[in-house]
């Protein structure tokens, strides 16, 4: 680290955390300060995160199966996601981000069986796959753009690293942790000192409640495919030493995360589903490959529910970003709405509270314009209060990615009674975590009036002659008739009380 990063108040000097500091006392603050604690599932518990390299850290992401569109709660992880980025940044890293898209191997079951969802989706869509996976892939992106979201350094696609995923499975097969069966390549789970490590369950307790297996040739019920022989008219498939065949759903992580970011890294990401099938797996692969978990800290968000319920197509209740536009909201909006709720708590979506978080950008922005017209004087004891809303932030963010507190402190600058750049200056460092554009300055909703159109003309014109009586007066007219007038440093807004 070591970078200047704190302020615009407090901490003024550099102080990574292995930084000689000139003060002992500055240093023993900024240690407390800056000590961002990660949730890590590996070991069930908050630790202080400490990168393998201080200079960028490596996170890998598991991306879309660009089989269909991209739901507002495959958003919510991206959001989580987007929020790790930024909080690293804020705390002064720099990032190597990677994150996969899906257009080949993952199953129907998320298993072993079932159709490819690629497939699926091509044959149900009179497409060909990479048409599909085009389309998918596309609307994904546009969807992180839209809800402000950072493009991951990396975007990986698997079918672009087959030959890297065929390497991996041939070490694996090499190091005696693979085994080949009439149809399929799997993972010998047996061969690993544990599995699963992510989860409690052990093994042998796991598989008297196990699935009916329908590969007799398996040797344990929780092994995986890695490669898997393709029928006669399979769509996609690719030579292999095991015949035309096509990898399976997790090798793709492990292949790529090892290509992009090394054999071991710093934060693995996903949604909590991913858990006790993809990452287990992941983990599986990479310790039978090279003996090591390939991420030190796993995280992972949890689940967005619609009405207290699941979204699912047959209640008509899926939800996608596009549905959030039609309705007259700023994408971002869902972005602020996700802040109110922890990344591993489970969050209700609901339109009310959509209405809500819509007003509270609303009122985010007009805080930010008003202060950055400002001309309150700040006192020193001012100075102190937004000292301490910055390190309170700070610290919140730092606490796992603690949103629901942040906000709360974004709420004590947004509303300092005094009105001063120095505000509006702290609104925008924390929108460096946010990402809602809090700078952006408010549209005007409805329609206004003609007559009420005119007084405002009038009162820019008594304004422009420094005619500040006049333009009082009209102020107070237009607050009579309903209407609101902010004076920000390039125009007028109007609306509606
Ligand atoms: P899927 O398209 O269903 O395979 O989902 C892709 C990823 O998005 C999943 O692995 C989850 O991690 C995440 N995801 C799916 N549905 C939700 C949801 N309702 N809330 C949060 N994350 C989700
Ligand atoms: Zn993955």
Known sequence: MGKHRAGPYILEFCRGRHCACPSPLLRERWESLVDLKLYNTLTKSKEVFEPINSEKVRIYSCGPTVYKNATIGNM????????????????????????????????????????????????????????????????????????????????????????????????????????????????????????????????????????????????????????????????????????????????????????????????HTGGIDLIPTHHENEIAQSKGRCGKIPARYWMHGEYLLINGGKMSKSLGNVYLVKDIKEKGYEPVVYKLFSYSCHYRNKLNFTWEGMEAASKSLERLRNSYQINLNGSDELTKEDKEKLSKIEENFHEAINDDLNMPLAMSYVWEAA????????????????????????????????????EIMQIVEQRKEARKNKDFAKSDELRDELIKRGYTVKDTKEEMIVEKC
Not at 245 to 260: F, L, R, T, V
Not at 416 to 429: I, T, W
């Open 76 to 267: 919510r992880t991206n959001i989580f996601q987007d929020v790790l980025r930024r909080v690293l940044k804020y705390n002064g890293y720099k990032i190597k981000h990677a994150m996969n898209i899906t257009d080949v191997g993952h199953l129907v079951s998320d298993g072993d069986e079932g159709e490819d969802k690629m497939l699926k989706s091509a044959r149900e869509e009179h497409k060909s796959p990479m048409q599909i996976a085009e389309y998918y892939t596309k609307l994904f992106l546009d969807d992180l753009k839209d809800l402000n979201i950072e493009t991951p350094e990396i975007i990986c696609k698997a079918t672009d690293h087959i030959k890297e995923m065929l390497e991996y499975v041939e070490k694996l097969v090499e190091n005696g942790y693979a085994y080949e069966t009439t149809n399929t390549v799997y993972f010998d789970v047996s061969k690993l000192d544990k599995y699963p490590i992510l989860t409690n369950a052990e093994v042998e307790n796991q598989k008297a409640g196990a699935r009916v297996d329908i590969d007799p040739e398996k040797r344990n019920p929780y092994d995986f495919a890695l490669w898997i022989k393709a029928p006669e008219n399979h769509l996609m498939k690719w030579d292999s030493p095991w015949g035309p065949s096509y990898p399976g759903w997790h090798i793709e992580c492990s292949a790529m995360g090892q290509k992009y970011l090394g054999e071991q890294f710093d934060i």
């Open 415 to 450: 509303k300092f009674e005094k009105k001063n750049l120095e505000v509006a200056k702290l609104l925008e460092k924390f929108d460096t975590v946010l990402g809602i554009k809090i700078d952006k300055v408010n549209s005007e909703k409805e329609e206004i009036p003609e």
